[in-house]
């Protein structure tokens, strides 16, 4: 049973003969009334702080959970974010590695056709050149036989290329040479 401070006033006291001052004992009881009314009061202005606080408490706490679910969603999109990063970091190696060794195989390719180009142009260099002077001996053999067959003319010889016979077969020979008609044309420059 709960007591309350209108439970101390109302109180009944038995009497006795030999009891204690009735103004004093009732006044006492006010007295222990109005304090126990004082401690309900605070007792009710605590119990309503206490439940407010606890409103305040269970809103913080939603706050804090709500605040947690952020950070780790955050911290999900972060981790995500970084992995997505380093798959596109590697991509983009990748890609520029195939690049580049495409780039490498071009180059070398190109560099092997060039090579190849440039053989093939030192081999018609060489040809040309051995032509050319094969052409020029053949050219002086026979401005020599021509030289010598005016010569002859001029001291009375005979009406021919040359004194004899082998200088006429030299002429003929220069004159028939095949190289002469592999010569390519004279190159632009």
């Known amino acids: ?88 970091a590697e991509l983009i190696l990748k890609d520029a590695q195939i690049r580049a060794d495409k780039y490498e195989d071009q180059s070398r390719m190109r560099v092997n056709q060039l090579e190849s180009e440039l053989h093939s142009l030192k081999t018609q260099r060489d040809s040309f050149l051995a032509r050319f002077k094969s052409m020029l001996r053949d050219q002086l053999a026979l401005l020599e036989v021509i030289s010598g067959s005016l010569k002859d003319k001029e001291n009375g010889g005979s009406g021919g290329y040359g004194k004899d016979s082998g200088d006429e077969a030299r002429v003929d020979s220069v004159m028939e040479d095949e190289t002469m008609d592999e010569v390519p044309p004279e190159p632009v420059v």
């Open 1 to 88: 049973m709960r007591i309350t401070p209108l439970d101390i006033r109302k109180q009944p006291f038995r009497k006795t003969m030999m009891g204690f001052d009735k103004d004093e004992v009732n006044s006492f009881l006010e007295m222990v009334a109005n304090e126990f009314e004082q401690t309900i009061r605070q007792n009710d202005e605590l119990a309503t702080k206490v439940k407010t606080l606890e409103a305040r408490i269970e809103e913080y706490e939603k706050i804090e959970r709500t605040l947690n679910e952020t950070l780790l969603t955050a911290q999900r999109a972060t981790d995500e974010a970084r992995l997505n990063a380093q798959k596109e």
